[in-house]
């Protein structure tokens, strides 16, 4: 016995400009039937969430898979898969597309060369599914908005749930962020950590989807738009606050990246925080009380 829910979409050409759509989504329990073999021309994400069963891709090999586990269904490979009969198993799944698929898979999000990827949980997955299966409600008419913003964080969410990766990445990635304002090379920061360059930007691509340079460079230029907006430090002591000695090197690199350069992004900011401002995250569910004017 199993049992399914499901509902598929068909988002308008406007809606695909947004880089992804979601085209379906369903969840199921049970001793489902094998699906396939089939070829599809988009993307599913297969959640399982308990059970086990097994996946046969392109090569023909049956792989097992044991919950919790992710199955990628990409466009154009083939595929057959299905639950153990004698247990069945809990499913999710989302059918998507868009161009943005092309850099989520260009990041590691999407493997297509790993249909099967362990996960250490679904609970953030099946959060996002849930937010699409709500919004798949008859009549509403943000359906297409909603459901594709709900893409984004489930690709967000099964990337964090990768069972062979650290939330927040690895400890190199952490160890980068910790020493990002540091003026060391590439180099350097590799032989902190024993490992050559190539060694270093093949962590860095895994677990951040791109190089140790702009990786490090993201980092530094975050921390110098938060110096530029609310502090009323020269340029010259934002650049060295950041990592870089050359406040000119600074300021050619802060303009091409950003597009503008360092004084005109102040001048855009204009909120200058006398004596800094709070390294504390608020809670966005529960905001500090404003007292009320005095009476």
Avoid at 15 to 43: A, E, F, I, S, Y
Avoid at 80 to 107: I, N, Q, R
Avoid at 213 to 239: H, Q, S
Avoid at 248 to 272: D, K, N
Wanted: hydrophobic share 40%.
């Amino acid at each position: 016995m199993y049992h399914t829910w499901m509902r598929y979409f068909t988002p308008s050409p406007v809606h695909h400009r947004l880089g992804l759509v979601c085209l379906g989504v369903g969840l199921q329990h049970g001793t489902l039937p094998t699906v396939g073999p089939r070829t599809l021309d988009h993307h599913v994400a297969v959640v399982i969430g308990a059970g086990g069963g097994w996946f046969r891709g392109a090569d023909g090999e049956r792989v097992t898979v044991t919950a919790p586990a992710l199955i990628w269904l990409t466009p154009g490979v083939p595929h057959h898969y299905g639950p153990d009969p004698a247990t069945g198993w809990d499913e999710s799944f989302v059918d998507f597309t868009g161009p943005a698929t092309a850099t989520y898979t260009e990041l590691g999000y999407i493997e297509p060369e790993r249909p099967v990827v362990p996960l250490a949980d679904t609970a953030l997955a099946r959060a996002a599914v849930g937010r699409i299966a709500r919004a798949a409600r008859r009549g509403n008419p943000l359906l297409e908005v909603e459901t594709g913003a709900a893409v984004h964080e489930l690709l967000v969410a099964l990337r964090r749930a990768r069972a062979d990766l650290a939330p927040d990445g690895d400890p190199v990635l952490q160890a980068l962020a910790r020493d990002a304002f540091q003026p060391l090379s590439v180099a350097a920061h590799a032989a902190r950590h024993g490992m050559t360059p190539a060694e270093l930007r093949t962590a860095v691509r895994r677990g951040a989807g791109c190089s140790p340079k702009d990786y490090l460079l993201g980092i530094r230029l975050g921390r110098a738009k938060e110096l530029l907006a609310a502090t009323e430090l020269p340029v010259a002591a934002v650049a060295r606050r950041v990592g870089y000695d050359d406040p000119a090197y600074f300021s050619r690199l802060f303009t091409r990246r950003v597009g503008i350069a360092p004084v005109r992004f102040r001048e855009q900011q204009g909120r200058a925080v006398p004596g800094g401002w709070s390294s504390r995250i608020p809670d966005p569910e529960h905001p500090p009380t404003i007292p009320g004017p005095a009476t």
